[in-house]
T-cell receptor, first 112, second 116 residues
Framework: GDSVTQMEGPVTLSEEAFLTINCTYT??????LFWYVQYPGEGLQLLLK?????DKGSNKGFEATYRKETTSFHLEKGSVQVSDSAVYFC???????????FGTGTRLLVSP | GAGVSQSPRYKVAKRGQDVALRCDPI?????LFWYQQALGQGPEFLTY????????KSGLPSDRFFAERPEGSVSTLKIQRTQQEDSAVYLC??????????????FGSGTQLSVL
C-alpha cells in the first residue's frame, strides 16, 4: 500500500539556519503530496501542497518540490525562526486532499 | 464555530470501559473524517462521513470501534471495551465539500485517550 517515510527528529537548529526535512513516498498511482504542521497545543494545519510532478508548493517561506523520479517531497526553508518550532508531517493522497497517508512526523526545535 | 471542536480534550478509561468522543465540525461542512494518532506516529485514517452517510470505514481497527453522524453535523466515535492499544490521540477533521475533491481539511486539536 501507499506509504510515506520521513527523517527522524528532533531536528535542532539555531535561528536563521537553513532547514531541510526529507520525505520520500511509495504509491501506486500519482498522488498529491502535502506538508502539514502541528504547533504545540493546536490542530494539524496544511502548510503546502503539490498535485503533480515538478510542482513546487510554497507557504510562509517553506518550499517543497514534487520529484517523481526520486519519489521525494523534501521540505526546505532558507532561514528558520523560533516560531517555526513544531512537528512537521509529510502526507500523500491518491484521491483529493482528504483521505491522507501520513509519515511519522519530524519535530523541529529552533533556538534563539 | 470558528474551527473543528473536539471533546473531551483528555479521557482516561479503565480497560474494558466504553468511551465516546465527540466532534463538532465547522458549520456547513459536508465531509467529516476521523484519524487515530498513536504516540510517535502519524495520523491514520479511521472513517469518513459525507453528511450523515458513512461512506468509508476501512480504517476502523476492529468491530469495537463505531462512529456515527446522525444529523450530518456532530459526530461521535465510540470505542467499546477499550484496550491499552486503543491509547492514542483521536483527530477529527472536516472539509466543505465531498470526498476526493481538492478542498482542504481542517483538523481539531484531538482527544487524547489513555487506557489504563
Amino acid at each position: 500500500g501507499d506509504s510515506v517515510t520521513q527523517m527522524e527528529g528532533p531536528v535542532t537548529l539555531s535561528e536563521e539556519a537553513f532547514l531541510t526535512i526529507n520525505c520520500t513516498y511509495t504509491a501506486t498511482g500519482y498522488p498529491s503530496l502535502f506538508w502539514y504542521v502541528q504547533y504545540p497545543g493546536e490542530g494539524l494545519q496544511l502548510l503546502l501542497k503539490a498535485t503533480k510532478a515538478d510542482d513546487k508548493g510554497s507557504n510562509k517561506g517553506f518550499e517543497a518540490t514534487y520529484r517523481k523520479e526520486t519519489t521525494s517531497f523534501h521540505l526546505e526553508k532558507g532561514s528558520v525562526q523560533v516560531s517555526d518550532s513544531a512537528v512537521y508531517f509529510c502526507a500523500l493522497s491518491d484521491k483529493g486532499f482528504q483521505k491522507l497517508v501520513f509519515g511519522t512526523g519530524t519535530r523541529l526545535l529552533v533556538s534563539p | 464555530g470558528a474551527g473543528v471542536s473536539q471533546s473531551p480534550r483528555y479521557k482516561v478509561a479503565k480497560r474494558g470501559q466504553d468511551v465516546a468522543l465527540r466532534c463538532d465540525p465547522i458549520s456547513g461542512h459536508v465531509s467529516l473524517f476521523w484519524y487515530q494518532q498513536a504516540l510517535g506516529q502519524g495520523p491514520e485514517f479511521l472513517t469518513y462521513f459525507q453528511n450523515e452517510a458513512q461512506l468509508d470505514k476501512s480504517g476502523l481497527p476492529s468491530d469495537r470501534f463505531f462512529a456515527e453522524r446522525p444529523e450530518g453535523s456532530v459526530s461521535t466515535l465510540k470505542i467499546q471495551r477499550t484496550q491499552q492499544e486503543d491509547s492514542a490521540v483521536y483527530l477529527c477533521a472536516s472539509s466543505a465539500t465531498g470526498y476526493a475533491t481538492n478542498e482542504k481539511l481542517f483538523f481539531g486539536s484531538g482527544t487524547q485517550l489513555s487506557v489504563l
